[in-house]
């Protein structure tokens, strides 16, 4: 069974071991940080839930293999799908059954594999280690459907039901029939071997799939005004600067906001009149000649958010702590290039210090602002004639 029906690929007996090492309290926790309270006879309640499901999985199954999932989800309402279904923030896991949302990564990809407009037909790649196949890349399951459901479906407050996503466009990736996959890092890693051999193999691009909070929001239809300035912009560092915004990916927006700065090195490297100069030491003179230190202080006061670059990291080392009295402007181009460098060089580190594609993105996520805010002063002050 693949696609829709992939989750037939449960084993039953290990569904039933899965469940019956269920946590109790990692489902009061996950109920309560959504309802937000703590109310001594629900807690009693929920774990009574949990022994339920549980001792319906002790019960003995002459059913069709596959099936025995079916009777054991019809007691389990959201939260609970919610609080054991999901892996991840995209990826479904039930025990020998693995589900990662995925999207093809470019137009030639997805017309190998989706045919039709609005109402679609999808192809499949079927995927076998030593012979057995193994994995699907394909049409989303039931239980996909199930474990993110609030991601597809937003209930209105008149009852009415809206689709803030479109699941028949998605493709998802099921991994089953694997004894040894026993963590989420094992099966991470056999995600990101799939999607490299189906590109190196087959030609076919995928990428790693997220779901965005803003795609659950109604949305405003908000009027604005802008006033053009009178500033003039280089043409190049200007494209760097808006290319950032062609992309969702940190690691991308970040390197773009940097070029613009990065554009000026040689004008810069010109001016210092040292042969010998650092990348490091150009940034640092072309912040100092575009910056007001007054100015960048009070951007890091306009909001508690922007605060967050003072606060020391002890993971990252190239996360260099602001410290917003003296030496400001170098501070900040340590940051920056220490950053940079982190996302452009690739070197072994230890504890993934370096930033590595979709293993610390949302640290990078908070990095964004303030690069993005130095680029554009670096831009509209126009530093550094030919």
């Known amino acids: 069974m693949i696609g829709l029906y992939g989750h037939r690929n449960i084993d039953d007996n290990k569904l039933r071991e899965w469940i019956l090492a269920w946590d109790e309290q990692r489902y009061v926790d996950y109920v309560f940080s959504v309802v937000k309270g703590n109310y001594e006879e629900l807690d009693t309640v929920l774990r009574q839930h949990v022994q339920l499901v549980k001792s319906l999985a002790t019960r003995e199954w002459d059913g069709e293999k596959g099936y025995f999932f079916d009777s054991v989800i019809k007691p389990m309402n959201q939260f609970m799908i919610n609080c054991y279904f999901r892996a991840s923030s995209s990826i479904a896991s039930v025990a020998n059954f693995h589900e990662v949302l995925i999207e093809p990564s470019d137009y030639y990809t997805m017309k190998r594999l989706v045919e039709g407009f609005d109402y679609v037909r999808k192809g499949n790649i079927y995927i076998s280690h030593d012979d057995e196949l193994i994995a699907n890349i394909g049409t989303m399951s039931d239980l996909f459907w199930h474990s993110f459901y609030?991601?597809?479906i937003l209930h209105g407050d008149i009852g009415d039901v809206n689709h803030t996503r479109n699941n028949e466009q998605d493709l998802t990736l099921q991994i089953w029939n694997l004894n040894d996959l026993t963590d989420i890092n094992e099966l991470e890693e056999l995600v990101e071997k799939i999607l490299y051999e189906c590109s190196v193999e087959l030609g076919l691009n995928f990428k790693r799939a997220q779901f965005d909070d803003f795609q659950k929001s109604v949305g405003h239809s908000n009027q604005y005004s802008l006033e053009l300035s009178k500033n003039s912009y280089e043409r190049t560092p200007l494209?760097?600067?808006?290319?950032?915004?062609?992309?969702?990916?940190?690691?991308h927006k970040y390197l773009a906001y940097y070029q613009v700065i990065e554009f000026y090195f040689i004008r810069a490297r010109k001016q210092i009149k040292l042969a010998s100069t650092k990348e490091l030491d150009l940034v640092n003179y072309i912040l100092n000649t575009a910056l007001n230190e007054d100015e960048v202080r009070g951007w890091f006061y306009f909001n508690d958010e922007n605060r967050y670059y003072t606060t020391p990291n002890d993971k990252y080392s190239s996360m260099v702590t602001i410290n917003l009295g003296e030496d400001?402007?170098?501070?900040?181009?340590?940051?920056?290039?220490?950053?940079?460098?982190?996302?452009?060089?690739?070197?072994?580190?230890l504890n993934?210090?370096?930033?590595?594609?979709?293993?610390?993105?949302?640290?990078l996520d908070k990095e964004i602002a303030l690069i993005k805010f130095l680029a554009s002063k670096v831009l509209e002050n126009g530093i550094l004639s030919n």
Do not use: G
Request: proline share 2%; hydrophobic share 40%; glycine share 0%.
């Open 150 to 152: 609030d991601e597809y």
């Open 352 to 363: 993934d210090a370096n930033f590595i594609p979709n293993l610390n993105d949302i640290v």
């Open 328 to 349: 400001l402007v170098e501070q900040l181009a340590k940051h920056v290039y220490s950053i940079r460098c982190s996302l452009v060089h690739s070197k072994e580190s």
């Open 239 to 251: 494209q760097y600067f808006n290319f950032a915004n062609y992309t969702s990916i940190a690691r």
